[in-house]
C-alpha cells in the first residue's frame, strides 16, 4: 500500500503560502504515492482545489491528516494540528527551530519525524531544496517594491522638458540572497544602488549587479565567512568601525533595505535612530529581520512605523507577499527533498539516517530530540 501524502491548509492567518502546487502533486502522484489537499489550502496563492484535483490529489479535510504518512506544510505544526498527526508521521516544514525547545519537543512526544527544511546543508546536491535561498530571494525582491510604494518620488532618473528627476539612493545593507535581489530588484527600476556586508566575496558580488560596495576592509573582514557560507558575528570593534562608515553613507541615502540574519541568534543592530534622523526627508527603510527583532532601531513588526521621520517598513513574512511565487518555488524545494526518501519499488515513503540531508534536517524521530543542536528540547520520559 502507497504511502499518504497530507498538504493542509495552514492555520496561522498571517500565512498565504502552501506546501504544493498542482505542478509538485503530480511529481507526488508521479512517484506512486496518494496525495490527499485540504480543502482551500492553496486558494491564497491563486491554486484553486480544481487544479490540485487535475493533478491527481483528492481534495479533503483537516481531519484528514490523521491517517497520513507524511504531512508537508510551510510553517511547523501548532500543538492542535500535533494532535491530529498519527505516531511516526513525517512532517516537513519550515520549523523556526531556535529558541523554540518546548515545540520540538512536542513533536517528539507526539513521536514524529520532524524535518526542518531550514536546516537543508548549502550543498550542490541540494540546492534544488534549499528554502532559505528561495524564499529570501523573493522576500528581497518584494522589499524594493514595498519601499518604491512608500517612496513618493520616481525610482529612476528621468530627464524631462520640465526637468530631471534624480534617481532615488538606494543602500542595501547584506548581500546574501535577499540583499542580492533587493540591489538586482532596484538596479531594475533605475536607482543608484550601494551595499555592504561583512563578507569579502560579498564585494565582487555587489559589483557585478552594478551597485557600488560599502565596508571596512580590515583583516577581521578578510576572514568574515563561516565554511557554510553564512556572515560571522563581527567584533564590537569592527561593528564600531563599520558602525560610523555606515552611518555616514545613511545620511545621504533615500531608502536602506537590511537583511542582516544569523542563525539561531538575534537580528544584529545596524541601524539607529539617530542613523534614521540623519536620513534624508521622506525616506523608507525596510527591515527584512524583523522576525528575529530587527536590524533597525524602533521597528515595528508588521506595519509600518515612522520613526524620526522615516517610514520603517517591518512586515513580517515578506516573501509571503508575493504568495503565488513563493509556493511554487517552496513546494518544489519540499518535492525534491521527498523524492529523496521514496522507495520506487514499494511506493512508500522511508527514512535513510546515513543520508547526510536527513542528518542535518531532522529535529525528532523514535519519541526523541535528535539533532545535536537541539539537545536541550526536553521529552518527558515515558511519554515517548
Keep these: 500500500m502507497s504511502s499518504i501524502v497530507f498538504i493542509p491548509r495552514e492555520v496561522a492567518t498571517d500565512e498565504p503560502r502552501v506546501a504544493a502546487s498542482a505542478e509538485t502533486v503530480k511529481k507526488i502522484v508521479g512517484l506512486g504515492l496518494e496525495v490527499v489537499v485540504e480543502a482551500g489550502?492553496?486558494?491564497?496563492?491563486?491554486?484553486?482545489?480544481?487544479?490540485?484535483?487535475?493533478?491527481?490529489?483528492?481534495?479533503?479535510k483537516a481531519t484528514?491528516?490523521?491517517?497520513?504518512?507524511?504531512?508537508?506544510?510551510?510553517?511547523r505544526p501548532t500543538d492542535k494540528e500535533i494532535k491530529s498527526y498519527k505516531r511516526g508521521a513525517i512532517v516537513i516544514a519550515i520549523m523556526d527551530p531556535y529558541g523554540n525547545d518546548a515545540a520540538i519537543a512536542a513533536m517528539a512526544q507526539a513521536g514524529l519525524a520532524a524535518?526542518?527544511?531550514?536546516?537543508?546543508?548549502?550543498?550542490?546536491?541540494?540546492?534544488?531544496?534549499?528554502v532559505l535561498s528561495s524564499q529570501a530571494n523573493l522576500a528581497g525582491y518584494q522589499a524594493v517594491i514595498e519601499a518604491a510604494h512608500a517612496y513618493d518620488r520616481a525610482m529612476p532618473m528621468m530627464m524631462t522638458a520640465a526637468g530631471t528627476v534624480?534617481?532615488?539612493?538606494?543602500?542595501?545593507?547584506?548581500?546574501?540572497v535577499a540583499g542580492l535581489q533587493a540591489i538586482a530588484t532596484a538596479r531594475r527600476l533605475g536607482a543608484a544602488v550601494s551595499a555592504t556586508d561583512v563578507r569579502p566575496a560579498a564585494k565582487e558580488q555587489v559589483a557585478s549587479l552594478g551597485a557600488k560596495f560599502v565596508a571596512v576592509e580590515d583583516e577581521e573582514f578578510k576572514a568574515?565567512?563561516?565554511?557554510?557560507?553564512?556572515?560571522?558575528?563581527?567584533?564590537k570593534e569592527y561593528q564600531a568601525k563599520q558602525a560610523a562608515l555606515v552611518a555616514d553613507h545613511i545620511a545621504k541615502q533615500d531608502i536602506i533595505i537590511t537583511t542582516a540574519l544569523i542563525p539561531g541568534r538575534p537580528a544584529p543592530r545596524l541601524v539607529s535612530r539617530e542613523m534614521l534622523a540623519?536620513?534624508?526627508?521622506?525616506?523608507i527603510a525596510v527591515d527584512l529581520a524583523v522576525e528575529r527583532g530587527g536590524n533597525i532601531e524602533g521597528v515595528e513588526a508588521g506595519r509600518m512605523a515612522e520613526v524620526e521621520g522615516v517610514k520603517v517598513i517591518g512586515f513580517a513574512n515578506m516573501a509571503g507577499r508575493v504568495a503565488a511565487s513563493?509556493?511554487?518555488?517552496?513546494?518544489?524545494?519540499?518535492?525534491?527533498?521527498?523524492?529523496?526518501?521514496?522507495?520506487?519499488q514499494s511506493k512508500t515513503v522511508a527514512i535513510n539516517h546515513e543520508d547526510e540531508l536527513v542528518k542535518a534536517t531532522m529535529l525528532t524521530h523514535g519519541g526523541e530530540v535528535v539533532h545535536p543542536n537541539f539537545g536541550g528540547a526536553a521529552v518527558v520520559k515515558g511519554d515517548a
Design 64 to 75: 484528514d491528516a490523521k491517517p497520513a504518512d507524511v504531512i508537508l506544510k510551510v510553517r
Design 326 to 344: 513563493a509556493s511554487a518555488l517552496y513546494a518544489k524545494n519540499l518535492v525534491t527533498f521527498l523524492e529523496t526518501m521514496v522507495d520506487k
Design 278 to 283: 540623519s536620513m534624508r526627508p521622506g525616506a
Design 224 to 235: 568574515a565567512e563561516t565554511a557554510g557560507g553564512y556572515a560571522k558575528e563581527m567584533s
Design 41 to 60: 489550502a492553496g486558494l491564497s496563492s491563486r491554486i484553486p482545489d480544481a487544479d490540485f484535483e487535475k493533478a491527481g490529489a483528492r481534495i479533503g
Design 166 to 176: 534624480p534617481a532615488a539612493k538606494v543602500f542595501v545593507m547584506g548581500a546574501g
Design 115 to 130: 524535518f526542518a527544511m531550514e536546516l537543508m546543508p548549502r550543498i550542490t546536491r541540494a540546492q534544488s531544496m534549499d
